[in-house]
Protein backbone atom coordinates (compact mmCIF):
# COMPACT_ATOMS: atom_id res chain seq x y z
CA UNK A 1 0.00 0.00 0.00
CA UNK A 2 1.44 3.38 -0.88
CA UNK A 3 1.80 6.22 1.49
CA UNK A 4 0.32 9.64 0.28
CA UNK A 5 0.05 12.80 1.85
CA UNK A 6 -2.13 15.82 1.84
CA UNK A 7 -0.75 18.74 0.68
CA UNK A 8 -1.88 21.91 0.13
CA UNK A 9 -1.24 23.66 -3.56
CA UNK A 10 -2.05 26.42 -4.94
CA UNK A 11 -4.40 25.57 -7.78
CA UNK A 12 -7.85 25.91 -7.44
CA UNK A 13 -9.97 24.41 -10.35
CA UNK A 14 -12.72 26.07 -11.89
CA UNK A 15 -16.20 24.65 -12.30
CA UNK A 16 -16.80 21.08 -12.11
CA UNK A 17 -12.69 20.59 -12.82
CA UNK A 18 -10.81 18.71 -9.55
CA UNK A 19 -7.23 18.38 -8.75
CA UNK A 20 -6.05 14.84 -8.29
CA UNK A 21 -2.75 13.37 -7.32
CA UNK A 22 -1.97 9.79 -9.04
CA UNK A 23 -0.84 7.42 -6.33
CA UNK A 24 2.30 5.84 -6.60
CA UNK A 25 2.54 2.42 -8.09
CA UNK A 26 4.85 0.08 -6.09
CA UNK A 27 7.89 -0.96 -7.99
CA UNK A 28 6.96 -3.76 -10.85
CA UNK A 29 9.69 -6.33 -10.82
CA UNK A 30 9.30 -9.71 -13.10
CA UNK A 31 9.77 -13.37 -12.21
CA UNK A 32 13.38 -12.91 -13.85
CA UNK A 33 14.38 -10.39 -11.42
CA UNK A 34 13.76 -7.54 -14.50
CA UNK A 35 12.37 -3.98 -12.91
CA UNK A 36 10.21 -2.40 -15.32
CA UNK A 37 11.05 1.12 -15.30
CA UNK A 38 7.94 4.00 -14.76
CA UNK A 39 8.11 5.27 -18.44
CA UNK A 40 6.83 1.58 -19.35
CA UNK A 41 4.55 1.36 -16.60
CA UNK A 42 0.91 1.81 -18.29
CA UNK A 43 -0.52 5.66 -16.34
CA UNK A 44 -1.90 4.46 -12.78
CA UNK A 45 -5.89 4.73 -12.02
CA UNK A 46 -5.87 5.32 -8.42
CA UNK A 47 -5.80 9.07 -7.32
CA UNK A 48 -5.93 11.10 -4.67
CA UNK A 49 -8.44 14.44 -4.42
CA UNK A 50 -6.12 17.32 -3.72
CA UNK A 51 -8.54 20.39 -4.82
CA UNK A 52 -12.24 20.84 -5.76
CA UNK A 53 -13.16 23.31 -8.13
CA UNK A 54 -16.41 25.95 -7.49
CA UNK A 55 -18.75 23.69 -9.22
CA UNK A 56 -21.08 22.93 -11.84
CA UNK A 57 -23.93 25.23 -12.70
CA UNK A 58 -27.12 23.76 -13.50
CA UNK A 59 -29.68 25.21 -15.84
CA UNK A 60 -31.44 27.38 -13.25
CA UNK A 61 -27.40 28.97 -12.50
CA UNK A 62 -27.68 26.73 -9.33
CA UNK A 63 -23.86 25.22 -8.10
CA UNK A 64 -24.51 21.26 -8.00
CA UNK A 65 -22.00 19.84 -5.30
CA UNK A 66 -19.74 17.70 -5.91
CA UNK A 67 -19.43 13.88 -4.99
CA UNK A 68 -16.17 13.74 -4.09
CA UNK A 69 -14.31 15.55 -1.32
CA UNK A 70 -10.95 16.56 -0.94
CA UNK A 71 -8.51 13.34 0.61
CA UNK A 72 -11.15 11.11 -1.34
CA UNK A 73 -9.21 8.01 -3.05
CA UNK A 74 -10.55 7.60 -6.53
CA UNK A 75 -10.59 5.87 -9.61
CA UNK A 76 -10.07 7.82 -12.57
CA UNK A 77 -10.21 7.51 -16.56
CA UNK A 78 -6.88 6.31 -18.69
CA UNK A 79 -6.85 9.12 -21.00
CA UNK A 80 -8.84 12.14 -18.94
CA UNK A 81 -7.24 15.56 -17.98
CA UNK A 82 -4.64 17.29 -18.33
CA UNK A 83 -1.50 17.21 -16.09
CA UNK A 84 -0.22 20.21 -14.35
CA UNK A 85 3.52 20.56 -12.88
CA UNK A 86 3.39 22.34 -9.56
CA UNK A 87 6.75 22.45 -7.24
CA UNK A 88 8.22 19.27 -9.24
CA UNK A 89 5.21 17.41 -8.11
CA UNK A 90 2.57 16.43 -11.03
CA UNK A 91 -0.97 16.73 -10.74
CA UNK A 92 -3.88 15.90 -12.71
CA UNK A 93 -6.48 18.41 -13.62
CA UNK A 94 -10.25 16.18 -14.69
CA UNK A 95 -13.84 16.90 -14.84
CA UNK A 96 -15.77 15.16 -11.67
CA UNK A 97 -16.97 13.05 -15.05
CA UNK A 98 -13.61 11.56 -15.57
CA UNK A 99 -13.60 10.12 -12.14
CA UNK A 100 -15.17 6.58 -12.35
CA UNK A 101 -15.29 5.88 -8.80
CA UNK A 102 -14.33 6.44 -4.88
CA UNK A 103 -12.44 3.75 -3.17
CA UNK A 104 -13.72 3.00 0.52
Not at 19 to 36: M, N, R, S, V, Y
Not at 52 to 59: A, N, Q, R, S, Y
Not at 77 to 91: A, C, M, P, Q, R
Amino acid sequence: MSKTKTVSVSIKPLGDRVLIKHLEAEDEQTQGGIIIPDTAKEKPQEAEVVALGTGKKDEDGKVQSFDVKVGDKVIVSKYGGTEVKLDGEKYLLVREDDILAVIS
